[in-house]
């Protein structure tokens, strides 16, 4: 059973957000890297770079698929995870942890209300199986 | 990520099979076999070995430096390449073909491959000399009896396929359907003008599409709408009409019988649909196994076509190509093929034979290839049309489609076939009865390359999960038919009683399942020299 | 039919076997009004020898096949070594599949490692690809990877790249939003002109030339790196006659940053035009961005080495319409035909060869030169192919050449360009011989005095 922390908020895209002041640390889900299997690559934006919410920020690839990653909010790109560069495999095991792909200044820090809590992202990954 | 997570299927490759400690296995093997490890053939190189012999130079050796400037010479005497003997190079190559399977060996059932029989006698006509050694810049008065083979080629498929114009010219068929979809975006450009063209820049695409049908789409500056499949595994008609309703349709790109061997009856209300909404039909020719002789993709109302000479048409696949994609289309889109066109001499001054290339085609798209396609293909495509003649090629296609049915019955007691639709040349089944136990669609295939067989085409068509897709062919006889279905409800029951035997699988190989994630993870593509010349043969690149 | 393993009788058994009337029955999904009843015009199947025969008597009719050959511009007749076709005849090479299956598909994959290991050797780069269809599509792949790297429109390719190539990259990039623009070639030594490139900007993707270029000249390859890397562009060579690299500087030496190659000269059959095989080779760090399949090193559970297609993620089976291609069949046999012929040739051989037509090459020039009326128009130095300027249309003279003195002497470059109405392009290899050479030379001599 995928691990669903309670202190993150999740969109439906199966990425997380961990809110740090007005900096949201971004990643993938346990449910989102059980399906894709080995991530062999992450290809991450440069700090600097502006997205929309739900704007594509990156992809993550196993050796038999890739995925887009979209932002959850809307913001400025302020550091990414080189490590996962040499590491990717992070993503597998700790994706709530040393797995995170990038941190946003937020444009507007009340979007993280709208996503899901731990209980309804559950809640709609067991609908979508 | 959600879109594209609901198609990934889990087993698909990405995941660690659970570490065995205890492989079974009943064949003892001496691990020090010359032919199972053999090593790269730099491992082979010693300085001095030759394999090869030239005559002397006959003409004064002016010095290098004088005729080409010392800059642009080469200073690092091929470093690295290897130097070896003819005796090493047969040997090397002799012994890791061992490790190859192939048609020669046995069935090949993959789904959407055709890998029928590679004739000895096509081999023979390609290197007749008077073919193999004419350079494709010959003049053309000198080089007839080779326009003429394109020439009687392009008759055949055209009648085949029921479409009058035609290009040889595509190298494989990825490369006939971008081919196919330039002409499309070229049709409608001439037809409606640069800016209403403009408006018109989706293709349709089924579910159920094979990779490269997108990926072309997108080379002509097109994107791409997914269109659904209905229970029963046709195209959904109804979700067709409410994309074409948008009135940005450009094409449709289909296959037909479709991926899952299927034939789509409705392929003329299919055809009128979009030829409606404006749009045109391209289909992708690579089932075109199920069809030859009985149904022609023209009469179906299709636009454009791609065919696989080495699917179909016999030619080797060759461990990887090459191929050749001739494309075909209706008379409307004549004009917009690849030029030259080879045609036949009109004029009363000419031999009754001659054949020209044919340049004066202003709306052509232009060139796909340098000189005019993957020639010696189209001679084996030629040698097999007419060693089977009228009969045999009727034949042919009747054979392949029995077969797969015979296949179909043999199987459905043991594996869950997701259509109930009778299939033609192909035939799909999932994983959903063996995976109760912990087995999936990737290691019931592992477990047939024990048994001696290649597996079949897995995880393709994407809307089938765990999909097995399987196509003998006509060149399978009734025993090995028989023998691959005794395999395969072997293989279920194993599935439910002894997983494990899967999950490891294969035993009987020289190597096992391969670690692909740290391969891609850390991607070696290359042989390096070692970097002191004590260091050891281990490592990465040598062992 | 003898391919076809089941006899009549048994495909009735068959049949009966699983319930099904008649092998009329079998097609019953297809709508009668789609079912074809005609008779495919093909004529009744014939026997081996008969085949045999009729190719025969076809192949009669193409001359140019039995003539001596001075022929290049983008193919080129070199000496194969008899082991070559032997061992691509086995039937675990040729009748094999794709390498999907690594267990069962070793030997392709080997292969195929070693192919790309000696590309890079030859090339000078880092990493190459399973093979393309041929020279000329490898090019224009080249140019949609510098936009996909760069994300730059415009790319600049020399006029002086072979004519072919460069109507295969138009249509290649005429929906990519992709402009293509030339690049002169200067008319006294035949080499592009560097200061051609003056209009590259920072919005230049790449600049394209060949190397010897279709008039057969050697490229200041360096000189032309080092501008485009001055305005941030990619430096694209493409190379017609894979041979030169036995005695060029290699690209990669020069500062290109993809290389791209028609392999043909490697051991395969001239075979009017195809199955060819182009060779793609870049640096690392544009590993995810080639297109093509990869094989890389992988190792199983007991710690075997052996090899696997990898890095699929940038394919069209995976990512489908992003994907950096839509190739997927490629020229698997003709790589291993070109790898074989490497590792028979070897580090000595293919030196030798090269070398043997630079100097038949200019051996040929030299004389060719002192026939009254004829001359080299470009000064820039050639490997083995060069363009001579007679002293009437040279279409005429050359067809006159092979129909009195049985030699095909070179390309009349009026078929390319009609401003160039007296020059041919002859092309020298080690398989000619001084002999054949001087015939050449005394027919022109003969037809023109």
Redesign the interface.
């Known amino acids: 059973m995928a691990n669903v922390p309670d202190n993150l908020h999740y969109s439906k895209d199966h990425e997380w957000v961990r809110v740090e002041g007005d900096t949201a640390v971004i990643g993938i889900t346990d449910h989102a890297q059980e399906q894709l299997g080995d991530v062999v690559y992450v290809e991450l934006p440069k700090t600097g770079d502006e997205f929309a919410a739900n704007d594509s920020f990156g992809s993550v690839e196993s050796v038999k698929a890739v995925s887009e990653i979209f932002t959850p909010v809307a913001g400025k790109v302020s550091e990414t995870n080189a490590t996962l560069n040499d590491e990717p495999e992070k993503v597998n095991n700790d994706p709530y942890g040393a797995g995170w792909m990038i941190k946003m200044k937020m444009t507007n820090p009340g979007e993280v209300d709208s996503l899901l809590t731990a209980a309804e992202y559950e809640d709609f990954t067991k609908a979508e199986e | ?2 879109a ?3 198609l ?1 299927d ?1 087993h ?5 099979p659970p ?2 400690e205890s492989m079974s296995s009943n064949i003892t093997k001496v691990t020090t076999h010359l032919s199972p490890n053999e090593r ?3 491992d082979r ?1 010693q300085t001095g ?6 005559p002397p ?6 010095s ?1 430096d004088e ?3 010392a ?14 003997t ?1 005796v090493d ?2 040997r ?3 012994r ?10 046995g069935m ?1 059932p ?1 789904g959407s ?1 055709t ?5 000895r ?1 096509n ?17 053309e ?6 326009l ?2 394109i020439y009687e080629l392009q ?2 498929l055209a ?2 396929t ?1 479409l009058p114009g035609i290009s040889l010219q595509p ?5 006939g ?2 081919t196919g979809i ?1 002409i499309i ?1 070229a049709f409608i450009d001439a037809r409606d003008g640069k800016e209403a063209s403009a408006q018109r820049r989706t293709m349709l695409i089924p579910d159920s599409a ?12 097109f ?2 709408k997914t269109i659904r499949s209905t229970p029963e595994g046709l195209t959904d008609l109804d979700h067709l009409r409410e994309l074409c309703a948008h009135g940005d349709v450009a094409g449709l790109m289909l296959t037909n019988p479709n991926t899952l061997g ?2 789509e ?1 409705n ?2 209300e299919i055809c009128r649909i979009v030829h409606e909404a404006g749009g045109l039909v391209y289909m992708d020719g690579a089932n075109m196994n199920a069809l030859v ?4 993709p023209g ?2 109302g299709v636009d454009v076509i791609h065919l ?1 000479l ?1 699917k179909t048409f016999s030619t ?9 994609g001739p494309c075909c289309c209706s008379k409307e889109l004549e004009p917009f093929l ?1 030029v030259p066109r080879i045609v036949r001499s009109l004029s009363r001054d000419d031999e009754p034979r001659a054949f020209k290339l044919d340049y004066d085609y202003p709306q052509s ?13 189209m ?1 084996r495509a030629l ?1 097999y ?12 296609t ?2 392949a ?3 797969a ?2 296949i179909a ?1 043999g199987l459905q007691s043991d594996y869950e076939k997701p259509f109930a ?2 299939p ?1 040349h192909e035939v799909v089944f999932t994983d959903k009865r063996q995976s109760r136990k912990g087995a999936h669609t990737l290691d019931i ?2 477990r047939l ?1 024990d048994y001696g067989f ?2 079949m085409t897995i ?2 068509p994407l809307i089938v999960s765990g999909a097995m897709l399987i196509e003998p062919t ?5 025993q ?1 038919l028989d023998q691959f279905i005794d395999a395969m409800r072997s293989i279920a029951k194993e599935a439910l009683n002894d997983p494990e035997l899967l999950l490891n699988a ?1 035993h009987t ?13 850390k ?5 390096q020299p070692p970097a002191e010349p004590h260091a050891a043969a281990t490592g ?1 690149s040598g ?1 | 039919m003898r391919y076809i393993p089941n006899s009549p009788e048994e495909r009735a058994e068959m049949l009966e076997q699983i319930g099904v009337a008649s092998t009329e029955k079998l097609f019953e999904s297809i709508p009668e009004n789609l079912r074809w009843r005609g008779h495919l015009n093909v004529p009744a199947a014939m026997s081996e020898l008969e085949l045999l025969q009729r190719f025969e008597e076809m192949g009669a009719g193409n001359r140019a096949a039995q003539r001596t050959c001075f022929l290049g511009g983008g193919a080129y007749s070199h000496y194969t070594p008899t082991i070559v076709d032997h061992l691509i005849s086995r039937s675990e090479f040729f009748t094999a599949y794709t390498p999907y299956q690594p267990e069962i598909s070793q030997g392709t994959l080997q292969a195929i490692f070693e192919f790309q290991t000696l590309v890079c050797q030859l090339t000078g780069m880092d990493i190459a690809n399973a093979s393309m269809y041929d020279g000329s599509t490898a090019m224009a792949e080249a140019v949609l990877m510098a936009e996909r790297v760069t994300r730059r429109r415009k790319v600049i390719v020399s006029s002086a790249v072979h004519p072919q190539y460069l109507e295969v990259a138009h249509t290649y990039v005429q929906h990519a939003g992709i402009d293509l623009q030339r690049a002169d070639f200067d008319p006294a030594t035949g080499q592009t002109l560097l200061s051609a490139f003056d209009a590259l900007d920072d919005q230049t993707a790449a600049i394209v030339i060949q190397s010897p270029n279709f008039f057969g000249c050697v490229e200041d390859v360096k000189a032309l790196a080092d501008k485009a890397h001055a305005a941030g562009a990619l430096l694209v060579v493409t190379v017609t006659e894979a041979m030169s690299f036995g005695l060029l500087k290699s690209p990669g030496a020069c500062g290109a940053d993809i290389v791209v190659a028609e392999g043909q000269s490697f051991g395969v059959p001239l075979s009017f035009g195809g199955p060819y095989v182009g060779l793609f080779a870049t640096r690392d760090k544009y590993a995810r961005q080639i297109p093509g399949r990869l094989v890389g090193e992988a190792f199983d559970k007991q710690g075997r080495r052996g090899f696997v297609l990898t890095l699929a993620t940038r394919e069209q089976h995976i990512r489908r319409e992003k994907a950096t291609s839509n190739i997927c069949t490629n020229e698997g046999l003709i790589a291993l035909c070109a790898t074989i012929y490497l590792e028979t040739m070897g580090r000595r051989g293919i030196q030798e060869v090269a070398q043997q037509c630079a100097h038949k090459a200019h051996y040929a020039a030299r004389v060719i030169e002192k026939v009254p009326g004829f001359a080299l128009p470009f000064s820039g130095p050639f490997f083995n192919e060069f363009v001579v300027r007679g002293p009437s249309a040279a279409a005429p003279l050359l067809a006159r050449l092979a129909q009195e003195k049985g030699v095909d002497g070179g390309i009349a470059l009026s078929r390319f360009n009609p401003d160039q109405p007296n020059d041919f392009l002859v092309c020298v290899t080690e398989t000619n011989t001084r002999a054949q050479i001087d015939a050449l030379v005394d027919g022109l001599q003969s037809l023109t005095s």
């Open positions: 990520m959600r594209l997570l609901a990934i889990r698909a490759g990405g995941q660690r570490l065995d790269l053939i730099f190189s070995r030759r394999g090869y012999s030239l130079l006959d003409v004064d050796e002016a290098l005729i080409i400037p800059e642009f010479q080469r200073d690092d005497d091929l470093a690295g390449m290897p130097e070896v003819e190079v047969v090397h190559f002799t890791i073909s061992t490790w190859n399977y192939s048609i020669d060996q090949y993959l491959c890998m029928k029989y590679n004739s006698l081999e023979k006509v390609a290197r007749i000399a008077n073919f193999a050694n004419l350079h494709p810049l010959a003049a008065a000198e080089s007839q009896g080779a003429q083979v008759q055949h009648e085949i029921g190298a494989a068929g990825a490369h359907e971008m330039m975006r094979h990779g490269t049908n997108p990926a072309s789409a997108h080379l002509s500056g994107t791409v299927l034939f009856k392929i003329r002789g009985i149904a022609r009469d179906m696989n080495h080797p696949h060759g461990g990887g190509g090459p191929g050749s690849p798209i232009g060139r796909v290839k340098a000189f005019l396609g993957n020639y010696g293909m001679l040698a049309i007419l060693t089977h003649g009228y009969d045999g090629l009727l034949e042919a009747q054979a489609v029995l077969n049915r015979y019955h639709g009778d033609m295939a592992k390359i290649h597996p995880y393709f006509e060149s399978v006889g009734r090995e294969p190989t020289r190597i096992g399942r391969l670690d692909e994630a740290a391969a891609a993870r991607p070696v593509l290359r042989w990465s062992a």
